[in-house]
C-alpha cells in the first residue's frame, strides 16, 4: 500500500491508535506507513509484561519484547493505515 495521508481527515489529537500488547509482535508495517511518525519500535517494560496472558508472554520472549509504541500520538490524524496494515490486527483507534 502506498504511503499516502489522502485520507487523514480528523485534526491531530482527535484519536490516538491503541496498540494490543497481546497481539502486536514488532513487525514495524505500522512505523513504514504512518504518514505522522506517530510509531516507533521498543522494548515493554518488564512491568507491563507480567499482566500479558500466557501466549503473551511466549511471543514476547521469542521476539525479544519488541513492540510498536505510539511515541507522537499526538500528530495521529485518524486516517486508518496503520490498523489496515498491522499483520496482528493489533491497532485499533480510539477516540481521546
Ligand atoms: S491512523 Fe495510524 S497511520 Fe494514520 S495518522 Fe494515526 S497512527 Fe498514523
Redesign the pocket.
Known sequence: MAKS?D??KQEPGA?T?VIDRARCEGKAD?VV????D??ELGTVPAADRAALPFMAKVKGTLHGWKQAF?VN?D?????????E?CPEKA?K?ARR
Open positions: 495521508d485520507r487523514c484519536f491508535p505500522c506507513i504512518c504518514p505522522y506517530v510509531f505510539a500520538a500528530a495521529c490524524r485518524a486516517c486508518g493505515l496503520c490498523v496494515a491497532i483507534l
